[in-house]
């Protein structure tokens, strides 16, 4: 499966963004989806995990209550809704797949480009 993830830009702290991620491939559906970030000079972490179904999910304790991941299976695609955001959040984000299980470590197999998401006070 091929992934593009788009939707990053600048915000000010309390503003919301939307991602985007676009799978390929006839069996997205049979995927568990997951974004991550990764600050600069850090190591990459995990944001916010869903299963194929949509039913399951998972998130960093810094992003709960603030973000909301989501995935349309119809249309291949899932969403990271970010609101409150803060400076901390700065990033980029990285939209993945994996075979079986959601997953809130890095064992996707699959992983889009990044998009940058920067938040000012």
């Known amino acids: 499966v091929q992934l593009q993830a788009y939707g990053g830009g600048s915000v000010q702290a309390g503003g919301s963004l939307r991602l985007s991620c676009a799978a390929s491939?006839?069996?997205?559906?049979?995927?568990?989806m997951g974004w991550f970030r990764q600050a600069p000079g850090k190591e990459r972490e995990f944001v916010a995990g869903i299963n194929w179904s949509g039913d399951i999910t998972y998130y960093t304790d810094s992003a709960k209550g603030r973000f909301t991941i989501s995935r349309d299976n119809a249309k291949n695609m899932v969403y990271l809704t970010m609101n409150s955001l803060k400076p901390e959040d700065t990033a980029a984000y990285y939209c993945?797949?994996?075979?079986?299980?959601?997953?809130?470590?890095?064992?996707?197999?699959?992983w889009g480009q990044g998009t940058d998401v920067t938040v000012s006070s």
């Open positions: 491939g006839r069996t997205f559906s049979r995927y568990a």
């Open positions: 993945a797949a994996r075979s079986g299980a959601v997953m809130q470590v890095d064992v996707y197999d699959y």
